[in-house]
């Protein structure tokens, strides 16, 4: 799911979500990996918290800076990225 009313607009607020799913603060389960995507439909850069099936468990979109800036903070994580 998608929440059109919440969207990443700086690497700080990519970063907050990132450490937020890493301590559980968002109470996902099964949560396996965080993707920085493309809606197929919209074509619309979001970010994704997948499970271990490769599905959506919970997505916000992103603007286009954070979507080409935070892909190594969304690769290394929040914690190693400083």
Known sequence: MIDDKEEISTLVELESLLTLVENGGLGLENVAGIALAI?????????????????????????????????????????KHH
Not at 46 to 74: I, M, P, S, Y
Request: aromatic residues 8%; proline residues 5%.
């Open 39 to 79: 809606h197929n439909s919209s074509g619309r850069p979001f970010v994704a918290v997948l499970d271990d099936n490769h599905q959506l468990l919970l997505g916000r979109w992103v603007t286009q800076e954070v979507f080409e800036n935070g892909k190594d903070l969304v690769r290394v994580g929040p914690k």
